[in-house]
């Protein structure tokens, strides 16, 4: 889709629908009461009608306006006359957009710029419109044959007053970075494993830096692995026919001396416990375990495209977790890269083993923070449901910029206690540490695994088995947390 900024009339605007709110009081938000002068008094006799309540959610469309030439106009309710909250105000640009998408429209105008909202500014608001905009519109199609619902829509202009139109424009930029990254990670996720291999996400992280000259992608394959002396991710590897990757990704956008963020992201392009099988039911859902990895690729794509003045290194190891005859067991004891062993317990608690050698990898590009993201476990869903994604780390200010950042973004996250009684729980009585912690706690204890190989910086960990994607009728990735690290990553620029 196409997003401008616009900055003329809005009652001189030509476009198939016009998007401006209304509030529960039936009083009119001002672009609505534009529109209204504009057409004598039009909503203000429908609104008098009780046509629409105005709470969030509503929508009601105008598909005649007489003796004017504006085609049609969407009233979306804004609620209570008072300034919304971040969330409603998404919800009320979700609304619009639901409203319209079914509809053969090519064209729309969004007046939604208009609305108070707590604590933000024109360039946020732009941006959700953005980011909701695109994200309600995403559909999966490669892999049906018979023709999908076809998007009309292919223009879509915001308005604003032209003294804030640089704002809304650096909205805009930001809104269209994120959305891309946003669909970039849902796409390789909603993937099948047949298709999404490592290799083909290796491939595709190589394509991305070849779009800009400030991002390298380098691959490491499995004898690479061996001779770093990878035991515990090439283990997981071993069951597979699909050779491991790790995937590199380097983007150069600030000083030559300036230390990297390093983003790590799980990559494991299906789970199915390995000998420790899974249960067959959902299994297909574990085609998503490599959600962090597609979103380390989203977030480096909007970086690169933001042209951020940061140094960014991202790790993606990749990998399948499947059970044959050269597979890893259950009490099997690899050596990580660290020289640290591990116990192998469990089969299916694979993703900290591929972890572990990762962050072991990152010490090398003397990070200035680590952060992976991890569908690592399902006790997160027990304890936080699809809400937020779990946040532990060892640094009080990583952690907290990174909740300041989620905030922004509306890309929540919740913070556990990594305290070292729970490495208690990780003993093992042959290897210097086990790869479960038994049913307590489960998702403290893996990443207390991981914190054993994070010693050496500051490091959070990001578990997102809840918020990546989502089950049932609406199955799909929701390329979460690329709009949280986006976030965090404009802040550091700002900084
Ligand atoms: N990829 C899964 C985590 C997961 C499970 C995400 C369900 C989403 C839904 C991970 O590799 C895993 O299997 N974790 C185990 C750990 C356990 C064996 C300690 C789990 O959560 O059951
Ligand atoms: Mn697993
Ligand atoms: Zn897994």
Redesign the pocket.
Known sequence: MNYSIETNPLETLKSDCLIVGIYSNQQLSSAAKIIDDATNGLLTSIVARDDIAGNIDDTLLLNVIPNSAIKRVLLVGLGKQKPLTAKNYRKVIAAAINAVKKLRFTSVVVSLTDCDVEKVDVTWKTRQIVEVFDDAVYQFTVCKTKPVDELMLTNVAITTHEYQASEAKIGLAQGLAIAEGVAFAKHLADLPANICTPTFLAQQALALSGNFDTLDTTILDVADMEKLGMGSLLAVARGSLEPAKLIILEYRGGDKNSKPIVLIGKG?TF?S?GISLKDGAGMDE?KY?MCGGAAVLGTLQAAAQLNLPLNIVGLVPASENMPDGCANKPGDILTSMSGKTIEVL?T????RLILCDTLTYAKRFQPEVVIDLA?????V?VALGRVPSGLLGNDDALCNDLIAASETANDSVWRLPLWEEYQEQLKSNFADLAN?GGKDA?TITAACFLANFAEDFRWAHLDI?GTAWRTGVTKGATGRPVPLLTQYLLNRANA
């Open positions: 494991l789970d416990g574990m375990d469990n299916d608690a694979e993703g569908t690592l476990t399902g006790a869903l479960i489960g088995a």
